[in-house]
């Protein structure tokens, strides 16, 4: 009995001691679990946190700017970017009320012929030191580049580009035993031969607006006209190529309520045999499976677009420090490419643009324009020329005022812009 006794007093022990070492390893592994989430959110808090503001609104564009941030915060362990959205309607009003409430992220994704306006207001941190530094400074679009500077001083990084081209419904055309236009002459007639039932010759958006104005003046452009000139002789031949196409039927005079989207729309539902786009509606299009091909803008006399985009600013007085360092990394060829081709943008770089898309049968188009285009804000009444554009624009569809008169009006407005 003594000895079983014993025996039953050394497993007790034993086993006490096994429950005693078990509840010390798990306080002991608690604490360490605890010290070490502690320290990770602690190491978390620690990066400095920056916000972006962006008006992207098309599914492919967030989905881009979502991926970017992912990336840019995984890849150093200082900042923490986050983006916030702003509808395009109330970006100006938002930047302007967050100026004087201060209220203001750290950096914004802003349409180029708006940097101007900015720059002149205080809004944005002059960053030509960093940009000087840039070996790749030179392999920018001079039109795109031109966007960021005022007064010989750098303001933004450009963050993406593109411009408008012709699309056109393969089918109807063939029907009609037609090539795609490459003049005028050519376009007007291929656009009353297209016109039949509920399909229109032709589509464009011709909001009263700044999307107005920037899908009217490439049409302005090519007759050799510029946009400080937009009222005179050549100009009026742009004019009268729009009110030919609507007193025709060619073109709806709907076009003046119908957005860039809006007229893709009534492509893929045939509603429109030709229309003026961008890059931005090729995955609408090929979602839809419409059998479509892509041309440069039918030319009068000179082939010339205008550049559309964004570009990235940093406000003065946040965290500019950090934004730099956002700039540095979208900067790199392998990161700029992967965020415009998921966007449906052209790389503002022209080797980059020209590396990728070259061989592309539809974004080359949009590369090939590059070259040959124009920036808004390098012109610094832009804001009124695109008003007095888009207002003449929606004259033309649905006044019935001679072409003459409106021309007139138009270089008055605009002398008058340029005395205030």
């Not at 395009?88 to 938002?94: C, I, P, Q, V």
């Not at 039918?298 to 990235?312: K, T």
């Amino acid at each position: 009995m003594t000895v079983e006794k014993h025996r039953r007093e050394d497993v007790m022990k034993k086993g006490v001691i096994y429950v005693v070492c078990s509840l010390i390893i798990v306080l002991f592994m608690g604490c360490s679990k605890r010290e070490s989430g502690e320290a990770s959110e602690q190491q978390h808090e620690e990066k400095e946190k920056l916000v972006l503001w962006s008006y992207y609104e098309v599914d492919a564009q967030q989905e881009s700017l979502d991926q970017l941030v992912y990336e840019f915060n995984l890849s150093q362990n200082t900042y923490e970017v986050s983006w916030e959205y702003v509808p395009m309607a109330d970006f100006t009003k938002k930047l302007s009320m967050g100026f004087t409430e201060n209220e203001l992220p750290d950096m914004v994704i802003i349409d180029n012929p708006d940097m101007l306006s900015y720059v002149t207001f205080g809004l944005f941190e002059d960053i030509t030191e960093y940009m000087m530094q840039k070996k790749d400074l030179q392999d920018y679009y001079p039109g795109v580049i031109s966007s960021v500077i005022y007064d010989g001083k750098y303001y933004g990084l450009p963050f993406c580009g593109n411009n408008v081209a012709l699309y056109y419904n393969k089918d109807l055309l063939k029907e009609e035993g037609l090539d795609p236009p490459g003049t005028w002459e050519e376009f007007s007639e291929a656009a009353k031969q297209l016109t039949k039932g509920e399909t229109y010759g032709f589509a464009m958006c011709a909001l009263n607006s700044e999307e107005g104005a920037f899908q009217f003046l490439p049409w302005i452009l090519s007759t050799g006209a510029s946009p400080t000139t937009v009222g005179n002789d050549d100009a009026l031949r742009a004019y009268s190529l729009i009110d030919d196409l609507v007193n025709n039927g060619a073109l709806s005079g709907d076009c003046i309520n119908w957005t860039q989207n809006d007229v893709a729309r009534k492509f893929i539902s045939r509603e429109a045999a030709m229309m003026e786009n961008g890059p931005w509606i090729l995955p609408m299009l090929e979602e839809a499976g419409i059998n479509f091909g892509i041309i440069e803008l039918p030319v009068d006399r000179q082939r010339r677009v205008v550049f559309g985009g964004e570009n990235l600013a940093v406000i003065k007085g946040k965290n500019v420090k950090g934004a730099m360092a956002f700039l540095d990394y979208y900067n790199q060829d392998k990161v700029m490419l992967a965020t415009c081709k998921a966007s449906d943008a052209i790389p503002p770089k022209r080797t980059l643009s020209r590396e990728a898309f070259l061989e592309d049968p539809y974004y080359s188009v949009f590369v090939n324009q590059m070259d040959n285009g124009i920036s808004r804000s390098s012109y610094p009444s832009w804001k009124m020329t695109s008003n007095i554009l888009s207002k003449a624009l929606n004259e033309v569809v649905i006044e019935d005022t001679s072409m003459l008169d409106i021309c007139k009006s138009v270089t008055l407005e605009m002398e008058e812009a340029d005395n205030r």
